[in-house]
């Protein structure tokens, strides 16, 4: 029972204890509750009051449910349900904001290696549960305090607070082992799946959060020229 509910429903029991207790007392007041006393009029009030906050507190709660739901869907990726590109740069802003006040973060950014020709030959629905996949193993790597969005199409970027470049470096090899090792099984078949993975943290002197993007842009560009499916700083 929600706790917001608990003061309307103790008032209203106590309301009705009180008439049984008038009523035992008063058995003139319980031969017919309609007879126009004081008591009666002032427990028909009281009911009424009550009745009118529990039915507003339960209506308070259905709208904070219904907004919050809202919000949920406004900063999710409806495809595989990670952060959306506007709520993880929002995100960044906030890491870079908190990294002037002292907290460091780093970034991992990871593109997914041949989807364009995974997507070309089986069709876009076993892209979409490819990338599906990826999320499901890599979700394991990210903690509660992190953020985990897509940016676009097959890249998505992990936000870690409180993570220097050589935390950043082993929770992206863990990542590309864990994707590298969960073959797409599609058609009866296992199609391999691997991904590359850019890393970068936030340093003095960036002017923002776009200093620390695009340095992790850069090492995911380097770790595709070398060969994909590797970790890049």
Same mark, same amino acid.
């Given at each position: 029972?929600?706790?917001?509910?608990?003061?309307?429903? *103790?008032? $209203?029991?106590?309301?009705?204890?009180?008439?049984?207790? &008038?009523?035992?007392?008063?058995?003139?007041?319980?031969? /017919?509750?309609?007879?126009?006393?004081?008591?009666?009029?002032?427990?028909?009030?009281? =009911? @009424?009051? @009550?009745?009118? #906050?529990?039915?507003?507190?339960?209506?308070?709660?259905?709208?904070?449910? #219904?907004?919050?739901?809202? !919000?949920r869907l406004l900063e999710r990726d409806p495809l595989t349900d990670t952060l959306?590109?506007?709520?993880?740069?929002?995100?960044?802003?906030?890491?870079?904001?908190?990294?002037?006040?002292?907290?460091?973060?780093? #970034?991992?950014? $990871? &593109?997914? &290696?041949?989807?364009?020709? #995974?997507?070309?030959?089986? %069709?876009?629905?076993? %892209?979409?549960?490819? @990338?599906?996949?990826?999320?499901?193993?890599?979700?394991?790597?990210?903690? !509660?305090?992190?953020?985990?969005?897509?940016? %676009?199409?097959? !890249? *998505?970027? +992990?936000? @870690?607070?409180?993570? /220097?470049?050589a935390g950043a470096a082993l929770v992206a090899e863990r990542m590309r082992c864990?994707?590298?090792?969960?073959?797409?099984?599609?058609?009866?078949?296992?199609?391999?799946?691997?991904?590359? *993975?850019? $890393?970068? !943290?936030?340093?003095?002197?960036?002017?923002? +959060? /776009?200093?620390?993007?695009?340095?992790? /842009?850069?090492?995911?560009?380097? =770790?595709?020229?070398?060969?994909?499916?590797?970790?890049?700083?």
């Amino acid at each position: 029972m929600p706790a917001a509910l608990a003061l309307p429903l *103790f008032l $209203i029991a106590a309301l009705m204890a009180a008439r049984c207790i &008038d009523a035992f007392l008063n058995p003139a007041h319980a031969t /017919d509750v309609r007879a126009p006393t004081e008591f009666n009029i002032a427990f028909l009030w009281a =009911a @009424l009051v @009550l009745t009118l #906050l529990q039915n507003a507190t339960l209506a308070f709660l259905v709208l904070m449910r #219904l907004i919050g739901r809202i !919000e949920r869907l406004l900063e999710r990726d409806p495809l595989t349900d990670t952060l959306n590109r506007r709520a993880i740069d929002n995100a960044m802003v906030q890491a870079h904001a908190r990294f002037r006040r002292g907290r460091g973060y780093a #970034l991992v950014m $990871i &593109d997914m &290696d041949r989807f364009k020709q #995974l997507n070309d030959s089986l %069709g876009h629905a076993a %892209g979409d549960a490819a @990338l599906r996949q990826v999320v499901r193993e890599l979700q394991p790597c990210v903690r !509660e305090v992190d953020r985990f969005g897509r940016l %676009g199409g097959e !890249e *998505f970027c +992990v936000l @870690l607070p409180d993570t /220097d470049i050589a935390g950043a470096a082993l929770v992206a090899e863990r990542m590309r082992c864990l994707v590298d090792m969960a073959p797409l099984r599609w058609l009866e078949q296992d199609w391999p799946l691997s991904a590359s *993975f850019g $890393i970068a !943290e936030a340093e003095r002197g960036d002017a923002g +959060v /776009d200093a620390v993007l695009a340095r992790a /842009d850069a090492a995911l560009y380097r =770790a595709k020229n070398q060969g994909r499916n590797v970790v890049q700083a």
